[in-house]
């Protein structure tokens, strides 16, 4: 081969995942199997630890258009020091740091670039503008930035810290007056946990990583990164000594008899799946478990339910079938959950997901405990719902749920999202009072245990770009249109260079033009021209 001939590889693109989920949206292992067999993907089947595959990707994509809380997946891969790729839509957006600079119809922010919901092009350019080494920062910079943004925003010692705060709020409250139902919690700050009692102090706010950066089309050779200031992330604190001594001293005092079966160090947490408490929020309930308190658990039993049950936390099980429209059912479900708190009696509950949200918020406040809401995604019912796109049927079940969540939520203390779009969005149906609404910044990520330190990978191939797809296969999480962009992004660069197979089935691609710049402007603009 002569000199002077620069070789392009095709990009891998990957995904991680279950596949024939019990969804409406599910994608077949068969389909999965096809795209492989056609050399567009590699399906890696499903595991536990996905730090290996995280770590040796190059970028991770999330172009879900379903109305997410705010993806783990896309947290842990910044942890791991990755860029993302992900769509413009309510919870995936907090996951890009601003300030943005638009590109033809995308926001390129400085860990990652999003996207319009169900465009392919817009998914296709995005990869070929992260490969071609033509943004503002290169792959490595971005990979840094994510993870100093997730460290400053997202890490799950920020989030222990609120719900160790509101759990000692509302046992001090029982302990000290009988509850007032129509009462708020206290105000949004966090305690300093020490020897010498209890502080108050408020997190720093998170600031842009760098300065904004003009708008302008992006020029052949890379700009300078400025100097980051980055915020210093939350220190994980040490556990409150006076929390363990809670029960002991309520016990001296004479229990009020309509509360005789209450106990202040008791905390209810009520899910859809046992599996979500353990895969989501197992830190937080080990650090309150820790600072004085007694976890029980109401959640159907699932495989994950003996796990939780080894770290000492109490299960209940709880008939619940997240999908089902049958008001029998529903019934049911209330008429368990009313039996087990009045039981359990707890000092506060936390209540997961849709139904729990609307069901166990109204036994809460019937029996008058302490309860806050968590809406970790709207889901089905608040896709697409405005316009020609929202069929009759999804209409009167969005109205049906609006009222229900409207009664549920009526004296419930503190209504918890993810992020600021959902929170609006139920402001806006009035769904509850704007001092009930709460932002927490998602469900938080461990990023000592997501470090690229703590992963034991061989270092990619020189010049080697994987992209990366985590998720369960649904058509909702966007994979039909990665799988499209990949196809796309893999023919541009084809027609734009002469194809050269070694033999063993992997392309290796060279072009005749002056420099790479040259290649890739021709690769983006065949991907515009679709």
Not at 16 to 45: F, H
Not at 59 to 73: A, M, N
Not at 411 to 438: C, G, H, M, P, R
């Amino acid at each position: 081969m002569s000199l002077g001939i620069k070789y392009f590889k095709l990009p891998r693109f990957q995904l991680l995942g279950a596949s024939d989920c019990e969804n409406p949206s599910a994608i077949t292992r068969a389909q999965i199997l096809a795209w492989q067999k056609q050399g567009i993907i590699e399906y890696l089947g499903v595991a536990s630890d996905v730090r290996p595959f995280l770590e040796s990707s190059s970028c991770v994509v999330l172009p879900s258009f379903y109305k997410e809380g705010v993806p783990r997946v896309l947290l842990e891969a910044m942890s791991m020091g990755k860029p993302i790729i992900t769509t413009n839509i309510a919870g995936c957006k907090e996951c890009v740091a601003p300030p943005f600079t638009p590109y033809e119809n995308l926001l390129i922010g400085q860990n990652g670039i999003l996207i319009p919901p169900r465009d392919t092009e817009a998914l296709a350019l995005a990869i070929s503008l992260l490969i071609s080494n033509k943004l503002p920062y290169t792959l490595a910079q971005m990979g840094a930035n994510a993870r100093e943004f997730v460290k400053g925003r997202f890490d799950i010692v920020r989030i222990i810290d609120t719900y160790i705060e509101k759990a000692l709020e509302s046992s001090f409250a029982v302990a000290n007056s009988v509850f007032n139902p129509n009462s708020r919690l206290l105000c949004d700050t966090s305690f300093q946990r020490g020897t010498g009692g209890l502080e108050l102090r408020s997190h720093p706010p998170y600031p842009p990583l760098h300065p904004p950066i003009p708008r302008q089309r992006f020029q052949s050779s890379t700009l300078k990164c400025a100097t980051i200031d980055f915020m210093d992330s939350a220190n994980a604190e040490s556990h409150n000594k006076n929390a363990a001594n809670i029960s002991k001293s309520t016990s001296q005092k004479p229990t009020p008899k309509p509360r005789k079966a209450e106990s202040p160090t008791n905390l209810a947490f009520v899910s859809n799946t046992c599996f979500g408490m353990y895969n989501f929020r197992l830190q937080v309930l080990k650090s309150l478990q820790k600072s004085g308190f007694a976890i029980h658990i109401i959640a159907p039993f699932d495989s994950s339910t003996r796990s939780l049950e080894q770290e000492g936390f109490i299960t209940h099980n709880l008939y619940l079938d997240s999908r089902s429209l049958n008001p029998l059912k529903d019934f049911r479900t209330i008429t368990m959950l009313h039996k087990l708190l009045k039981q359990i009696r707890p000092a506060l509950v936390f209540n997961y997901t849709i139904k729990p949200a609307i069901y166990s918020s109204s036994v809460c406040n019937f029996l008058k405990i302490p309860n806050i809401a968590l809406i970790t995604g709207l889901g089905y019912v608040f896709i697409n719902d405005k316009g020609k796109n929202c069929s009759i049927k999804k209409r009167v079940l969005r109205s049906i749920v609006c009222l229900m969540y409207r009664f549920a939520l009526k004296k419930t203390q503190e209504v918890w999202f993810l992020n600021n779009d959902d929170k609006q969005e139920f402001l806006s149906y009035k769904l509850i009072k704007q001092n009930q609404a709460f932002l927490l910044d998602s469900e938080g990520v461990d990023t000592e245990y997501f470090s690229p330190k703590n992963s034991d990978v061989k270092a990619q191939e020189q010049g080697e770009i994987v992209f990366l797809l985590i998720a369960r296969m649904l058509w909702d999480k966007g994979v039909g249109e990665f799988v499209e962009a990949a196809k796309m992004v893999q023919e541009s660069m084809k027609e734009a260079n002469k194809v050269e197979s070694n033999g063993g089935g992997d392309y290796r691609l060279y072009s005749h033009l002056k420099s790479a710049s040259n290649f890739w402007e021709l690769v983006i603009v065949k991907i515009l021209a679709r």
